[in-house]
C-alpha cells in the first residue's frame, strides 16, 4: 500500500535523520529541534510540495519560498492565526510569535534550507 503523502513521509524522514523530535508527531505536523534550540514543523499531509514551519528565513535558498496567503512574502506576525497542531506542539512557532511558512519543492530544496538552518 502505497503511503498518501509519500513526499512529506520522506521529507520526515530527512529532518528525523539530522534533528531531534520535540515530541512524538501527530496525524498533522512532526515538530524538530536543531542542535542549536531553533524549531521545525513539518506538515505531514500536504501533497506534492513540502510544507515546514521555521523561526527563520535568512539565505535565498533555490526552491523554498515563504507561503502566507493572508500576506504574501511575509512572515506570520504574532497575532496572524496558525494551525492549532503548532500552536500546541511547538513554543517557539505558535501565534504570539513570528514564524515563517515555507514551500520547499523538492526534498533538495529542503536539505539546502536545512544546511542554512542548523547554523542559524
Known amino acids: 500500500m502505497h503511503a498518501p503523502f509519500p ?4 521529507a520526515e524522514a530527512l529532518l528525523a535523520s539530522r534533528l531531534k523530535r520535540l515530541r512524538e508527531p ?42 502566507n496567503q493572508k500576506h504574501p512574502g511575509m512572515p506570520y506576525a504574532p497575532e496572524q492565526p496558525r494551525s492549532s497542531a503548532v500552536n500546541t506542539q511547538c513554543s517557539r512557532l505558535r501565534e504570539g510569535c513570528t514564524a515563517y511558512y515555507l514551500r520547499c519543492e523538492t526534498l533538495g ?3 539546502r534550507f536545512l544546511d542554512w538552518y542548523c547554523r542559524y
Not at 7 to 10: F, G, I, R, T, Y
Open 109 to 111: 530544496a529542503l536539505e
Open 7 to 10: 513526499l512529506a513521509q520522506e
Open 26 to 67: 501527530t496525524t498533522k505536523l512532526a515538530a524538530f529541534e536543531t542542535v542549536r534550540g531553533r524549531q521545525l514543523a513539518l506538515a505531514r499531509e500536504r501533497m506534492g510540495e513540502i510544507y515546514i514551519w521555521v523561526e527563520a528565513i535568512g539565505a535565498d535558498v533555490t526552491g523554498v519560498e515563504i507561503n
